[in-house]
């Protein structure tokens, strides 16, 4: 179980290069064994941050993209994900430790769960990426999956 990073409401608080970080072509690890690819980029007049998943692992191969937009009706950022899979997702921001994130409520087997994706450890040429579950209404996040970028 992680300990909740200090995590609030992100309405005003990220402006349009929330995400600049992120940009640009990026290698993938996770474990066990798994690699990838992910492609960042701007699109529709740079309003518009689309990312282009690949990745295997044990399980297979997933193809994913998102679409993350600053919504001026509310001044938050806003993700919307879908992949091979057939899963379709919709985020909004938050922010956690200072860095944008995005966070989304579930129910699995009828229990309310948080769903949350951040970006940590970030360098010019490297980050870490994770995928984070809380069944306490993110008193604790418990890690799903972690993955490693590297500037391609």
């Not at 005003?12 to 064994?33: N, V």
């Not at 518009?48 to 997933?62: R, W, Y």
């Not at 870490?128 to 993955?147: F, K, M, N, P, Y």
Request: net charge negative; no cysteine; proline share 2%.
């Amino acid at each position: 179980m992680t300990e909740s990073a200090t995590e609030r409401t992100a309405a005003g608080a990220l402006g349009a290069d929330a995400l600049d970080f992120w940009l640009g072509d990026w290698k993938l690890e996770w474990d066990p064994d798994g690699h990838g690819s992910n492609v960042i980029r701007r699109i529709l007049g740079g309003r518009v941050v689309e990312e282009a998943f690949v990745g295997e692992d044990a399980d297979g191969t997933l193809h994913g993209r998102s679409l993350s937009v600053l919504d001026p009706s509310d001044d938050r950022w806003h993700q919307t994900w879908v992949d091979s899979a057939g899963t379709y997702l919709e985020f909004t921001a938050v922010e956690v430790d200072g860095r944008i994130a995005f966070r989304r409520e579930t129910t699995r087997e009828g229990r309310p769960i948080s769903q949350r994706m951040v970006w940590l450890d970030v360098e010019a040429d490297r980050l870490r990426w994770e995928w984070q579950r809380s069944v306490d209404g993110g008193e604790t996040w418990d890690l799903v999956w972690a993955i490693r970028y590297r500037r391609a």
